[in-house]
C-alpha cells in the first residue's frame, strides 16, 4: 500500500520558516519525481517544486530564492524548506510522487500551512 504522510505545516508570522517533509512508504522511492503542490481556497492547485530522481529541480516563480526542496533516498522523505513565507503563500501543501514511465501517480493527505500578516 502507498502512502505518502506529510508534516511539518502549521501557523507562522510573515517572513518565518517552517519545513514540511514527506514520507513516502510502498514506492520505490528513488525512482520517482517527488513534487510539492499547493492549494488555497478558491484556487486550483499548482505545482510549488519538485525534485527528479537525478535531483534536477524546479520551481513555481512565486517561491524561487525562497523555497528548497530537497530529497533523502536512504529515508524515502522528500523536504520543502520554505523561507521568507507572506501571507499568499497559505494553502493547503501536498506531496506527490510521480513515475511516468509506469504511469504511477500518489497524493498524501495534505498538511496546512497558514502565513499570518
Known amino acids: 500500500q502507498v502512502q505518502l504522510v506529510e508534516s511539518g505545516g502549521g501557523l507562522v508570522q510573515a517572513g518565518g520558516s517552517l519545513r514540511l517533509s514527506c514520507a513516502a512508504s510502498g514506492i520505490q522511492f528513488r525512482i520517482y519525481t517527488m513534487g510539492w503542490y499547493r492549494q488555497a481556497p478558491g484556487k486550483q492547485r499548482e505545482l510549488v517544486a519538485a525534485i527528479t530522481s537525478g535531483y534536477s529541480t524546479k520551481y513555481a516563480d512565486s517561491v524561487k530564492g525562497r523555497f528548497t526542496i530537497s530529497r533523502d533516498n536512504a529515508k524515502n522523505t522528500v523536504y520543502l524548506q520554505m523561507n521568507s513565507l507572506k501571507p499568499e503563500d497559505t494553502a493547503v501543501y501536498y506531496c506527490?510522487?510521480?513515475?511516468?514511465?509506469?504511469?504511477?501517480?500518489?497524493w498524501g493527505q495534505g498538511t496546512q500551512v497558514t502565513v499570518s500578516s
Open positions: 506527490n510522487a510521480e513515475n511516468r514511465m509506469f504511469n504511477r501517480d500518489y
